[in-house]
């Protein structure tokens, strides 16, 4: 079906104020794009190359000594640290834990081990940022599907942006779709408010776009069917640093084709 250019300008018009939020979203003080480094807490207390202070964990729990003069406040009461602080989470939790100057210590429990990345609004990569590379709204790349959901959700082992972190997929179900006469399927997890998230590697991968990428789509219809707008396809905060944990797609979540729709390798 075409699509007429009043049809076209709506469209383009409501992916832009996507796009705006998106970009604002990444531009926050302290968002994904401030990250600046990543250790993992060692058994014996120690400094941590760059952080004030001397850092370990023991068991569940997390330690943090310092002095006056290293000028740590709580993130979130902004009282200063002086002696020992600790704390203790479960994996894949995270919390804006302590700061100093421009810089909050992110704590977080990865693969059942307690890393530290800090984040800086001073960092280049935020400071230089004006919006993401993106390819220009297609709708040809807007496509109907139908979910079938599973009977019980399946746990299933994948990788992550960082190979010392082994990650877990929590599956629902399967998407499948037509795109230029070829059927699909994309195992889908479950997304805020009924939604769905499709992970996904595709042809552009390492080209023109990152690692992989995701697009979620809105809750399925009664009739199980579903809108995939790969325009909305975004990238993972590892596309544009270092030191993301972020998901893998599951191995079968592969499409043979290029996907040029959506954001774009923001490193090109």
Not at 12 to 22: P, V
Not at 139 to 160: K, M, S
Not at 196 to 209: C, G, K, M, Q, Y
Request: hydrophobic fraction near 40%; proline fraction near 7%; charge should be negative.
């Amino acid at each position: 079906m075409s699509t007429t250019t009043a049809e076209l300008d709506r469209l383009t018009q409501r992916w832009e104020r996507f796009r705006s939020g998106r970009n604002s979203a990444l531009a926050g003080d302290h968002g994904w794009l401030t990250l600046t480094s990543l250790h993992w807490l060692p058994a014996s207390p120690a400094p941590l190359t760059g952080l004030p202070g001397v850092w370990s964990f023991e068991g569940t729990t997390a330690s943090l000594t310092a002095k006056a003069t290293d000028h740590l406040t709580l993130v979130e009461s902004g009282e200063p640290v002086v002696g020992t602080i600790t704390a203790e989470l479960v994996d894949e939790q995270s919390i804006m834990w302590v700061s100093w100057n421009s810089v909050v210590v992110e704590l977080g429990m990865r693969a059942n081990r307690y890393m530290i990345r800090t984040r800086d609004s001073a960092s280049p990569v935020l400071t230089n940022f004006t919006q993401v590379p993106v390819f220009d709204y297609n709708p040809n790349l807007v496509v109907t599907g139908t979910f079938e959901r599973w009977d019980t959700p399946r746990h299933t082992v994948i990788a992550t942006a960082n190979p010392l972190v082994p990650g877990v997929a929590e599956l629902v179900g399967e998407v499948s779709f037509e795109f230029n006469g070829t059927q699909y399927r994309l195992a889908a997890e479950e997304g805020g408010l009924g939604s769905l998230v499709l992970t996904f590697h595709d042809a552009s991968n390492e080209i023109s776009t990152s690692h992989w990428r995701k697009v979620e789509l809105t809750r399925p219809r009664p009739d199980g069917s579903v809108v995939i707008d790969f325009n909305r396809a975004i990238n993972y905060p590892s596309a544009f640093t270092d030191y993301g944990t972020c998901p893998a797609p599951v191995t079968a979540n592969t499409l043979p084709v290029s996907i040029e729709a959506g954001e774009r390798d923001p490193r090109k």
